[in-house]
C-alpha cells in the first residue's frame, strides 16, 4: 500500500491564483481530513469528509473548498490564494471504526 | 481558542535523559487523546494515544501519564536517544465512541521541538 499521497510536495502561487492541492488514499479508509501547519499554532483543521459526498468545516476553513467524490481521492481547493495561505497542508485518513489517523507527507505552498 | 496547551516549546536532554512534554486540554468532551512525532519534511505519524478510563499507558521506551481531574496528560521518554529528536504534538479529540459529526477532529498542541544529544 502506498498509504496516504499528495501532490504536489511544493508549490508557489502568486495573490489570487487558484490551486488543488491532491490528496489520495488506498486504505479503503471513510475518513479523511485537511490540516494546515504553522509555527507555533501546531495542526489545525480545514476541512473533513466521513465519506463520499460527504463534507463539512473544520476549524478554519475560510478560503478553501473540498468535494469528495469517491472514497479515494479528497482534493483541496484554494479559489484565490492569500498570502495567510502560506503553510504546510497535511491530509489525513481513517477507519471511521478506529481512531489512529495517518497523514501524508505534506505539501508545502508559499503563496506571494 | 487554543483548547489544547503544550509546552514546553523546545527540550534539549543529553543522550539517555527523560524529556517530560506536557499538554492541558479545555473540553471535557475530548476522550481520545494520542501523541504525535513529526520528522523535519515528513508528516505527523502516531505515536501512542490513551483514553480517560486508564491513568497511564507505556509502549516501549514512551509513556503517557494522564490526570483527567487536572484535565491533564503528559509524555515521557525514558532513555532518550538522538533518533528521538523530532517534533511532538499532543492532540485530543472525540473519539469513536462519540459518533455523529464529532469523530475524528483532532485538536492539536502547539508542538514541542525535541533535541536528544549524543
Known amino acids: 500500500n502506498a498509504g496516504v499521497t499528495q501532490t504536489p510536495k511544493f508549490q508557489v502561487l502568486k495573490t489570487g491564483q487558484s490551486m488543488t492541492l491532491q490528496c489520495a488514499q488506498d486504505?479503503?479508509?471513510?475518513?479523511m481530513s485537511w490540516y494546515r501547519q504553522d509555527p507555533g499554532m501546531g495542526l489545525r483543521l480545514i476541512h473533513y469528509?466521513?465519506?463520499?459526498?460527504?463534507?463539512d468545516q473544520g476549524e478554519v476553513p475560510n478560503g478553501y473548498n473540498v468535494s469528495r467524490s469517491t472514497t479515494e481521492d479528497f482534493p483541496l481547493r484554494l479559489l484565490s490564494a492569500a498570502p495567510s495561505q502560506t503553510s504546510v497542508y497535511f491530509c489525513?485518513?481513517?477507519?471511521?471504526?478506529?481512531?489512529?489517523?495517518?497523514f501524508g507527507p505534506g505539501t508545502r505552498l508559499t503563496v506571494l | 481558542q487554543q483548547q489544547v496547551k503544550q509546552s514546553p516549546q523546545s527540550l534539549i536532554v543529553q543522550k539517555g535523559g527523560i524529556p517530560i512534554i506536557n499538554c492541558a486540554y479545555e473540553?471535557?468532551?475530548?476522550?481520545?487523546f494520542p501523541w504525535y512525532q513529526q520528522f523535519p519534511g515528513k508528516g505527523p505519524a502516531l505515536l501512542i494515544a490513551?483514553?480517560?478510563?486508564?491513568s497511564e499507558k507505556k509502549e516501549g521506551r514512551f509513556t503517557i501519564s494522564f490526570n483527567k481531574s487536572a484535565k491533564q496528560f503528559s509524555l515521557h521518554i525514558m532513555d532518550s536517544q538522538p533518533g528521538d529528536s523530532a517534533t511532538y504534538f499532543c492532540?485530543?479529540?472525540?473519539?469513536?465512541?462519540?459518533?455523529?459529526?464529532?469523530?475524528?477532529?483532532?485538536?492539536f498542541g502547539q508542538g514541542t521541538i525535541l533535541t536528544v544529544h549524543p
Open positions: 489525513a485518513s481513517s477507519f471511521l471504526a478506529v481512531d489512529t489517523q495517518y
Open positions: 486504505m479503503n479508509h471513510e475518513y
Open positions: 469528509s466521513v465519506g463520499a459526498g460527504i463534507t
Open positions: 473540553n471535557t468532551a475530548f476522550d481520545y
Open positions: 490513551i483514553r480517560p478510563d486508564v
Open positions: 492532540a485530543a479529540s472525540r473519539g469513536r465512541n462519540a459518533g455523529g459529526t464529532s469523530y475524528g477532529k483532532l485538536t
